[in-house]
């Protein structure tokens, strides 16, 4: 079946600095890649989507990379602040369902 | 719109006993997905329904876990002897239509201790 992968486990940066969190999978349909965030105690929150179609997507300090050649998605938070202390998700979709990567526990350090 | 609803919040049970897990999709969702997420496996899918039908379950142990669809507004994950390796933080999530089109909004999740 579908494998991802999410690199690094944990990351550590400090306020204003950049954050890049890659995941790698082995097979995706056409359709949406998602990134969320997930806060302490909190469910999975919707961070940015983008389609197969599409190789970059910038919203507010955030760049979504897609590299369907290298089957390589990224996220780079870019001026990192402590509120983004989070772990981030990354979910390529299947042909039924989507596949979650194991997630990056960020911290910021102010 | 109250996004996806997980009820209890946490919820600790005895070596055992039984657990049983509510989610309330988002109004207008057809699809309905739960989730166990711990610090080893991280986020492991579990069963899926569109419609209130089982699609996929092909993530939820052979053994003591169940999951109905009774109506189109909640969904129940059953845990039956509950054992400690069953302690975990549970997520819903639903979407639209189901499938790899469509969104998927998570709940809170349940966070179940066994004891």
């Keep these: ?110 | 719109n109250a996004g996806v609803i997980q009820t209890p919040r946490h919820k600790v049970t005895g070596k055992g006993q039984e657990a049983t897990l509510w989610c309330e999709p988002i109004s207008g969702h057809s699809a309905v997905f739960w989730y166990r997420q711990t610090i080893v496996q991280g986020l492991e899918f579990l069963t899926y329904f569109r419609n209130q039908a089982p699609i996929d379950d092909s993530g939820m142990p052979k053994e003591r876990f169940s999951a109905q669809m009774p109506n189109q507004s909640h969904s129940t994950l059953k845990i039956q002897s509950t054992q400690p390796q069953d302690s975990a933080v549970y997520l819903c999530a639903s979407s639209f239509t189901g499938g790899n089109q469509d969104t998927q909004y998570f709940g809170p999740g349940t966070r179940l201790l066994v004891l």
């Design chain 1, 1 to 110: 079946g579908e494998q991802v992968e999410q690199r690094p486990p944990h990351l550590s940066v400090r306020e204003g600095d950049s954050a890049f969190i890659i995941c790698t999978y082995t097979d995706s349909a056409t359709a949406y890649f998602y990134w969320y965030k997930q806060e302490p105690g909190a469910g999975l929150q919707l961070l940015m989507s983008v389609f197969s179609n599409v190789d970059r997507k910038e919203e507010q300090g955030l760049t979504v990379l897609l590299n369907k050649k290298d089957k390589r998605l990224s996220l780079n938070l870019t001026a990192a602040h402590p509120g983004d202390s989070a772990v981030y998700f990354c979910a390529v979709p299947g042909y039924q369902n989507f596949y979650f990567g194991k997630g990056t526990s960020l911290t910021v350090i102010p």
